[in-house]
């Protein structure tokens, strides 16, 4: 019975309702601020929301190509060789150094 349950895709709420009820008591206070308040906080919550999309889209967007997949050994010079991934192994050279 319970496997049945779980394939249907029936869903445990009604989401419009699941909706209303947890939007309603944030919405209604809304309705008895003063306008110019209530354009304060309009104009305050978009900005923080803007700043941290920008905030989160800059952080993807200057992440190097190689951040992901690691720095490749292909079409390297061949004086480098093996010298990419960490300059203290490979040429005995303090991190400051470089």
Request: aromatic share 16%; charged share 15%.
């Amino acid at each position: 019975e319970a496997e049945e349950f779980i394939s249907t895709p029936h869903l445990l709420f009604r989401p419009v309702s699941m909706i209303l009820a947890i939007s309603l008591p944030l919405v209604f206070p809304l309705f008895f601020i003063p306008l110019k308040i209530l354009l304060g906080y309009i104009v305050s919550f978009l900005l923080w929301y803007v700043t941290l999309a920008a905030y989160f889209a800059t952080e993807v967007a200057m992440k190097p190509p190689w951040y992901r997949t690691g720095l490749s050994l292909k079409a390297q010079p061949s004086y480098w060789k093996h010298c990419v991934h960490n300059p203290l192994e490979d040429l005995q050279l303090e991190f400051e150094d470089v």
